[in-house]
């Protein structure tokens, strides 16, 4: 059965890559153009599209990936708070329209939640310890799904990512380490970094992860689980030296970086090596090594800026 799927947030880095790796299947997709700086029509567009998959499902199951999320470190509690407010009133018009069994893929953020948390690596059972709004709105985001699931039968996968990198990166946020390292390369731009080189983190390339989320609805229909936490990531740790290191050998130059502070870097943790032990058949899988990430990431940035 070719299940109605609809991905909110299919702009963005995660969500694009979701509804291409759909579409590279043969899905029953669809995606919503929301202006999401008019709220109100925002949540109107939303509200429509949520009633048309339903109807669209013809009270068979349908699915629901939510990839959206402007928010970033250093965004007000309010705006998070106005964000998860409207992704909670979009899952109550599904819950109250006629609908078959459902299974929504909510994208979170395991740096966000496990910022402050002792004991790398983290799994799905680690304590979480958020140290900024971000990684506690992350949090409250992940409290709404969890009760939208348990409230209306819908079945429910908490995906907390490690650091996603890839075509299609918003270069105007302050985020994405390796995308802005390539930018910095293409404009001889310095860019800045705020955390020590020892710095660890794990890097999954985007497409990667839109095909484990995309094999996650498969799995959590299969499951007799109603909400499934996971971590994913590609189960490998770098070093900030070593990301740098990487696009040496890229770029075939130094990347013009300037150590700098801000206090931003407070909220960002020193290790945070990630383990899933949910699922664990999902990370069986070849994941892009990050240098071949780097040039692709470098070439599509290029592309994109030859275009202007």
């Given at each position: 059965?070719?299940?109605?799927?609809?991905?909110?947030?299919?702009?963005?880095?995660?969500?694009?890559?979701?509804?291409?790796?759909?579409?590279?299947?043969?899905?029953?997709?669809?995606?919503?153009?929301?202006?999401?700086?008019?709220?109100?029509?925002?949540?109107?567009?939303?509200?429509?599209?949520?009633?048309?998959?339903?109807?669209?499902?013809?009270?068979?199951?349908?699915?629901?990936?939510?990839?959206?999320?402007?928010?970033?470190?250093?965004?007000?509690?309010?705006?998070?708070?106005?964000?998860?407010?409207?992704?909670?009133?979009?899952?109550?018009?599904?819950?109250?329209?006629?609908?078959?069994?459902?299974?929504?893929?909510?994208?979170?953020?395991?740096?966000?939640?496990?910022?402050?948390?002792?004991?790398?690596?983290?799994?799905?059972?680690?304590?979480?310890?958020?140290?900024?709004?971000?990684?506690?709105?992350?949090?409250?985001?992940?409290?709404?799904?969890?009760?939208?699931?348990?409230?209306?039968?819908?079945?429910?996968?908490?995906?907390?990512?490690?650091?996603?990198?890839?075509?299609?990166?918003?270069?105007?946020?302050?985020?994405?380490?390796?995308?802005?390292?390539?930018?910095?390369?293409?404009?001889?731009?310095?860019?800045?970094?705020?955390?020590?080189?020892?710095?660890?983190?794990?890097?999954?390339?985007?497409?990667?992860?839109?095909?484990?989320?995309?094999?996650?609805?498969?799995?959590?229909?299969?499951?007799?689980?109603?909400?499934?936490?996971?971590?994913?990531?590609?189960?490998?740790?770098?070093?900030?030296?070593?990301?740098?290191?990487?696009?040496?050998?890229?770029?075939?130059?130094?990347?013009?970086?300037?150590?700098?502070?801000?206090?931003?870097?407070?909220?960002?943790?020193?290790?945070?090596?990630?383990?899933?032990?949910?699922?664990?058949?999902?990370?069986?899988?070849?994941?892009?090594?990050?240098?071949a990430g780097i040039a692709s990431t470098l070439d599509s940035i290029r592309r994109n800026l030859a275009a202007r």
């Open positions: 059965m070719n299940v109605p799927t609809w991905v909110v947030g299919s702009g963005g880095l995660l969500g694009s890559s979701v509804a291409r790796e759909l579409e590279r299947r043969g899905a029953d997709i669809r995606t919503s153009r929301v202006p999401w700086g008019e709220p109100t029509l925002a949540r109107e567009i939303l509200f429509a599209d949520a009633r048309k998959l339903v109807t669209d499902a013809a009270g068979g199951p349908w699915r629901m990936a939510w990839c959206a999320g402007a928010g970033v470190n250093g965004t007000s509690s309010d705006e998070f708070a106005r964000e998860n407010q409207l992704m909670k009133d979009v899952l109550d018009e599904l819950g109250t329209a006629d609908a078959g069994v459902g299974t929504v893929f909510h994208a979170s953020s395991a740096g966000g939640v496990y910022a402050g948390a002792p004991g790398a690596p983290h799994t799905e059972t680690s304590a979480t310890n958020p140290l900024a709004d971000y990684g506690r709105a992350k949090l409250d985001a992940e409290s709404i799904v969890r009760e939208f699931g348990s409230g209306s039968g819908t079945r429910t996968v908490i995906g907390r990512f490690a650091n996603l990198y890839g075509p299609g990166q918003n270069l105007a946020k302050p985020q994405g380490l390796i995308s802005h390292l390539c930018r910095g390369y293409l404009l001889s731009m310095p860019i800045s970094i705020y955390v020590p080189m020892d710095t660890l983190r794990d890097y999954v390339y985007v497409s990667d992860a839109a095909e484990m989320v995309v094999d996650s609805f498969t799995r959590a229909e299969a499951s007799q689980e109603p909400t499934v936490t996971k971590i994913y990531a590609s189960g490998r740790s770098v070093t900030i030296g070593a990301i740098l290191g990487a696009c040496h050998t890229v770029f075939r130059k130094r990347p013009n970086v300037v150590l700098a502070s801000s206090p931003l870097a407070s909220a960002q943790a020193r290790d945070l090596r990630l383990r899933s032990i949910v699922w664990t058949d999902l990370d069986q899988r070849t994941h892009r090594p990050l240098p």
